[in-house]
């Protein structure tokens, strides 16, 4: 089975920062491109970013430039999701996800990146204090 597991989130002040963590349990995650969602209860879901694998090309939703970024670190075989001067707005529980079929292994974030994905995390829930 598939499995997906952030880490991270947790309360923050306004203007605070946070990193989140993604990992795999089950697969080499780094032979994959990951995604990163948010969601807020009655919204939908927010893609924010997505990093390539092998050379982490990025894709960025309009929310995340400027405050956020991605990374990822193969050794560690995990992706980061990096917040800075976090706002309310932001509170939202933050989902990794990935494709790990095998036409996937070793292939970039595509233009539709919002849309290439199989395997979700259960998420980390991210809730910032004004």
């Known amino acids: 089975q598939v499995q997906l597991v952030e880490s991270g989130g947790g309360l923050v002040q306004s203007g605070g920062s946070l990193r989140l963590s993604c990992k795999a349990t089950?697969?080499?995650?780094?032979?994959?491109?990951v995604g990163w969602f948010r969601q807020v209860p009655g919204k939908e879901r927010e893609g924010l970013g997505c990093?390539?694998?092998?050379?982490?090309?990025?894709y960025y939703g309009d929310s995340m430039k400027g405050r956020f970024s991605l990374s990822r670190d193969d050794v560690e075989d995990t992706v980061f999701l990096e917040m800075n001067n976090l706002q309310p707005e932001d509170t939202a529980v933050y989902h990794c996800?990935?494709?790990?079929?095998?036409?996937?292994?070793?292939?970039?974030?595509?233009?539709?990146?919002?849309?290439?994905?199989?395997?979700w995390g259960q998420g980390t829930q991210v809730i910032v204090s004004g």
């Open positions: 996800a990935t494709d790990v079929s095998p036409l996937r292994v070793g292939k970039p974030c595509s233009p539709s990146w919002l849309y290439d994905y199989d395997s």
């Open positions: 990093i390539s694998s092998r050379d982490g090309t990025l």
């Open positions: 089950t697969f080499t995650l780094s032979y994959y491109s």
